[in-house]
């Protein structure tokens, strides 16, 4: 029986910085410090001091304003590899770190139903709140995500673990027990290697 999948949703299924970079500039004003933020800490690449700010203005897109967040966009090869994995027979759900109001819920779901056919099952976490008691829960599945915090979480937890790198997650943190993946033509490499025919051996 093969594992099923768990996909985290920003910055791995949906592009959320993008969406986010053309709110700032298009709502407040503000041109972002390049096009993608260099770390997890948002205030450099936003250009403020306000931590604060930060939060609400995250806050703020999520629940909807100017709908950006319920219109992103999907990340190159998310969509071919969630529809290759389906027709594989794989499972999935999604476990998203966007809040849990009932604006926010609603903007996701429409947006990976338009994008992704939908997912039977979506599970929403606080922003600040730990994935690890969802990931606990759930039955030993692949684990897709950008977070370290949460890739730790998830190997943790007993599950295969991939970390797609990017320039706010490349640096190496200790004892890693996930993987780091370069995007989706890497991870379909990795799955693909799954369903190779084993070799035919001659008696």
Aim: charged share 30%.
């Amino acid at each position: 029986m093969r594992k099923p999948i768990i996909y985290d949703c920003d910055g791995v299924l949906l592009d959320i910085i993008g969406g986010l970079r053309k709110a700032l500039w298009e709502i407040d004003g503000i041109k972002t410090n390049g096009p993608v933020p260099l770390s997890y800490d948002l205030k450099e690449w936003m250009g403020v001091d306000d931590q604060a700010f930060v939060i609400d203005r995250i806050q703020r897109f999520n629940s909807g304003e100017g709908e950006y967040f319920a219109n992103l966009d999907p990340l190159p090869g998310a969509v071919d590899f969630v529809k290759a994995m389906r027709e594989r027979g794989y499972e999935d759900s999604v476990l998203t770190a966007a809040g849990t109001e009932a604006k926010i819920k609603t903007g996701r779901a429409s947006n990976l139903e338009r994008v992704f056919g939908g997912f039977e099952k979506i599970q929403y976490v606080g922003l600040v709140e730990s994935k690890k008691p969802y990931l606990e829960d759930m039955p030993s599945s692949w684990f897709i995500e950008d977070n370290i915090v949460n890739a730790h979480l998830g190997a943790a937890t007993g599950h295969d673990t991939l970390l797609i790198e990017y320039e706010h997650n490349a640096t190496k943190t200790d004892d890693e027990k996930f993987r780091r993946v370069t995007g989706w033509n890497e991870i379909r490499s990795i799955f693909d290697a799954e369903h190779a025919p084993a070799p035919a051996y001659i008696l």
